[in-house]
Every structure is written in structure tokens, then in C-alpha cells.
């Protein structure tokens, strides 16, 4: 792994694809999105499922700290049964 944007195998490239969205990137842009016609199609296809995805829920926008939250929700859930026992 070089992390070298423009010598990215296609593996390399989708491992950090949803950093490179998910950072708000143009990642049409992308070096390896330029050379790669295999992952412009996977891109492409993303982006239908995005748009569908956006029709089909117009309201919901997930906030930057959703992960936190299911980790925290994640964390109660574990304590939860402990905590009772010790009462
Ligand atoms: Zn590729």
C-alpha cells in the first residue's frame, strides 16, 4: 500500500471509496476514477443507488455522529444486563 492516488489498484481504490464520499470529495474526480473504467461503472452505480436511495427517503439526512450513536447504543445494550445484575 502506497497510498499514491494515482497508482491504486481497484481493490485500493474501493477500500477508500467511502472515505472519499463519505469526506465530500469529488470522487469523479479521482486519479483512478480518470483511468479506471471499471470503477467509474462501480461509481456510476453508486450514485443511482444514492439517488435512489435520496428519492425514496427525501426526509432523512444521516448526521455526521450517526456511527457514534450506534456505538453508544451498541455500549448500553452491553452494560445494560451487568449493571442490573449488580443490583
Ligand atoms: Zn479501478
Known amino acids: 500500500m502506497t497510498g499514491d492516488p494515482n497508482n491504486l489498484s481497484c481493490a485500493e481504490f474501493q477500500?477508500?471509496?467511502p472515505d472519499?464520499?463519505?469526506?465530500?470529495?469529488?470522487?469523479?474526480?479521482?486519479?483512478?476514477?480518470?483511468?479506471?473504467?471499471?470503477?467509474r461503472a462501480l461509481l456510476s452505480d453508486l450514485?443511482?443507488?444514492?439517488?435512489?436511495?435520496?428519492?425514496?427517503?427525501?426526509?432523512?439526512?444521516?448526521?455526521?455522529?450517526?456511527?457514534?450513536?450506534?456505538?453508544?447504543a451498541i455500549r448500553e445494550e452491553d452494560t445494560a444486563p451487568s449493571a442490573?445484575?449488580?443490583n
Request: glycine share 4%.
Open 47 to 72: 450514485e443511482t443507488i444514492a439517488d435512489a436511495a435520496r428519492q425514496l427517503f427525501p426526509a432523512v439526512e444521516p448526521p455526521d455522529d450517526l456511527w457514534e450513536h450506534i456505538e453508544s
Open 84 to 86: 442490573s445484575k449488580e
Open 20 to 39: 472519499l464520499i463519505g469526506s465530500g470529495q469529488d470522487v469523479s474526480a479521482h486519479p483512478h476514477i480518470l483511468r479506471c473504467e471499471l470503477c
Open 15 to 17: 477500500s477508500q471509496l
